[in-house]
Every structure is written in structure tokens, then in C-alpha cells.
Nanobody, 126 residues
Framework: VQLQASGGGLVQHGGFLRLSCAAS????????MGWFRQAPGKEREFVAA????????KYADSVKGRFAISLDNAKNTMYLQMDSLKPEDTAVYSC????????????????????WGQGTQVTVSS
């Protein structure tokens, strides 16, 4: 699976952005998908994930209620709607995929994902 992330940019505190992650080579079918972010000088951290088999979603506490992850299987594209953005959301955001286990497990560590898109920069000004 090849992944291409886009949609980053500069936005003011309280603003919104929608990130996209387009897949090629293979469809999202059978893959567990996620978004991660990495701020300067910090470790890459989990943001959100979606299970292909049942559509369930999971969010980091820091973004819960503000971000929404979704899949458009017809377009083979994953989205991350980010509302009420804060300066602390500033980071490089990357999308990732791994084969689904068709179960109820969640995968929130970068090492648990096999495929990665290049990052897209999100900068939130105060």
C-alpha cells in the first residue's frame, strides 16, 4: 500500500483543517488505518485510528472531541477533520496502515504499522 498525505497548512488558533490520505497499489480494505504526528524535538505520537472491519474509531485524549477520522472507500481515501485547533497541535502529521486482524484490537504505536505516507506539516499560530 502506498500512502500520500496532504492538506496541511498554516491556520490560526481555533481554526480547522482537513487532512487527506490517499492509498494506491491496494485498497484500504483489510487494513487498519491511523494518523500520527511528530512535533519538533518530540516522539511520534498516536492521534487517531479507524478499524476497517467495523469502522470503529479511537482518539488520543488530547484530540478527542476536536478531531474526526473517517474513510471513503469509494475514493480509497482517509480523512482527519481537525477542528478547534490549538498551537500544541502543531506537528508533522503522517498516515499509516497495517493489515487488519479483523478483531477488536487497537494499534496505537508507530512500530505496529507497516505502511507510512510522507508527512504533511500543520502549523497553528497563537
Amino acid at each position: 500500500v502506498q500512502l500520500q498525505a496532504s492538506g496541511g497548512g498554516l491556520v490560526q488558533h481555533g481554526g480547522f483543517l482537513r487532512l487527506s490520505c490517499a492509498a494506491s497499489g491496494r485498497t484500504f480494505g483489510g487494513h487498519h488505518m491511523g494518523w500520527f504526528r511528530q512535533a519538533p524535538g518530540k516522539e511520534r505520537e498516536f492521534v487517531a485510528a479507524i478499524r476497517w472491519n467495523d469502522g470503529a474509531t479511537k482518539y488520543a485524549d488530547s484530540v478527542k472531541g476536536r478531531f474526526a477520522i473517517s474513510l471513503d472507500n469509494a475514493k480509497n481515501t482517509m480523512y482527519l477533520q481537525m477542528d478547534s485547533l490549538k498551537p500544541e497541535d502543531t506537528a508533522v502529521y503522517s498516515c499509516a496502515a497495517r493489515p487488519s486482524d479483523y478483531g477488536s484490537n487497537w494499534y496505537v504505536l508507530p512500530k505496529e504499522y507497516d505502511y507510512w505516507g510522507q508527512g504533511t506539516q500543520v502549523t497553528v499560530s497563537s
